[in-house]
């Protein structure tokens, strides 16, 4: 037998953590990681918060888990504090992104067939695009890279490029249910949404009765230094699915929506055993309490623009190997001139800091959204030491 255990889906690094605290992760055999990848924009608060984990125990030593047959003061709490601080009117709970993405689709195709418009079933998505691994989330985006081998996938999305408003209106015919959209792609590589596509998408939504979705599991949640990244437009989604942040490293997620749009989602169209159980929900207040603290998002903004800054500087440094700096808030894009992977392998083999690759040759830099201005520091002294002795391969 040759397969491992774990099935082999991910080409593992040798980094193989058994601790954390705040923005640093431990080793099997004691070594110190700067983690500034943060689980991919998952560790909002950094690893072993205490009133994260003070949180999880304490609920699950009162009540883990229930079946959603029953009531629950337990979601009720936290989604009323979700419909209090954005533009939604009701919330349904799952366990990941991607169950996230299926209910927006799902709600956002519910919506069209309550109008009695069931033709209407189709989403404009954008290339480039992550929403996620399921058959639905990988039939929505047109990377082949996600959907070989998968095939037959969904029927019921189109296709259009990123930040290209004309093709995306283009797309709109009688079948079209609405656009779903990364307002800052993440695994695309901190592609962020220019400010005439993403207000666009929205009018022609309203002028057209189609629904706006936007999938915010990588950019909301803090990481922009406004609670949603929409809020950076000025507009609001009908629908937005969300994930990674909200639970702080426990597994959770959530599909946001106002009342119309949901007006389909009535009892038995939709479900989940696990989805939004009480131990899940005491990890979401938690996150909420620390995130809605006056000043947290204030402070993600600042180091977001001490980071940006700092990144901005090295770069003259080693022009041979940093091209740009993207991104806002604490979600941050490198881009580099030859290939990112090989870099951040580097960086994290030689000077122990964890940064994440994403598309077109970018270096993902996620830290949890709780540094502080000497972790920027550890962080810059480490890339640019890094660059310095990095030699690209040749064929990069
Ligand atoms: C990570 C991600 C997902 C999928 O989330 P999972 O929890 O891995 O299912 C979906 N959309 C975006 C934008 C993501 O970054």
Not at 129 to 140: D, K, N, Q, V, W
Not at 186 to 206: M, N, P, V, W, Y
């Amino acid at each position: 037998m040759t397969i491992t255990p774990l099935m082999p889906v991910y080409p593992r690094c040798g980094v193989r953590p058994v601790r954390g605290e705040g923005a640093y992760l431990f080793g099997e055999d004691g070594q110190q990681y700067l983690d500034f990848a943060s689980g991919i924009a998952v560790n909002a608060l950094g690893h072993a918060h205490p009133h994260l984990t003070k949180a999880i125990a304490e609920q699950a030593a009162t009540l883990m888990h229930v079946s959603n047959l029953y009531g629950s003061p337990q979601g009720e709490h936290l989604a009323q504090r979700l419909v209090d601080n954005t533009f939604a009117d009701t919330v349904f709970f799952t366990n990941s992104g991607a169950e996230a993405v299926e209910c927006a689709i799902k709600t956002a195709r519910r919506y069209h067939f309550a109008n009695g418009n069931p033709q209407r079933h189709t989403l404009i998505t954008f290339d480039t695009a992550f929403h996620g691994r399921t058959l639905g989330a990988i039939s929505a985006t047109n990377q082949a890279k996600m959907r070989d081998g998968f095939e037959p996938l969904l029927p019921g999305f189109a296709y259009a490029k990123f930040n290209d408003l004309e093709g995306a209106l283009a797309l709109i015919d009688d079948n079209t249910a609405g656009f779903m959209v990364e307002p800052i792609q993440g695994e695309g590589g901190i592609r962020q949404a220019s400010h005439e596509f993403l207000t666009g998408l929205r009018k022609a939504c309203d002028e057209h009765g189609l629904l706006l979705v936007l999938d915010e599991v990588q950019c909301g949640y803090g990481r922009t230094g406004k609670f949603f990244a929409h809020e950076l437009y000025g507009i609001t989604p009908d629908i937005m699915s969300v994930a990674k942040g909200i639970g702080g490293g426990f597994p959770l997620g959530a599909c946001l929506a106002t009342e119309e749009a949901a007006k389909g989602m009535v009892a038995g169209t939709h479900g989940s055993t696990y989805g939004g159980n009480p131990l899940a929900m005491a990890a979401g207040e938690a996150i909420l309490d620390v995130m809605l603290e006056d000043g947290f998002l204030e402070n993600v903004t600042a180091m977001g623009d001490r980071l940006r800054q700092a990144l901005e500087q090295m770069i003259p440094n080693h022009d041979h190997l940093f091209d740009s700096v993207r991104g806002t808030g604490l979600m941050l894009g490198l881009k580099l001139k030859s290939d990112s992977r090989a870099f951040v392998a580097f960086a994290r083999d030689n000077h122990n800091l964890l940064l994440v690759s994403a598309g077109e040759n970018v270096v993902r830099i996620l830290p949890p959204l709780v540094i502080d201005e000497s972790h920027i520091a550890e962080c810059i002294d480490k890339l640019s030491t890094a660059a310095r002795v990095y030699v690209p391969a040749a064929d990069d």
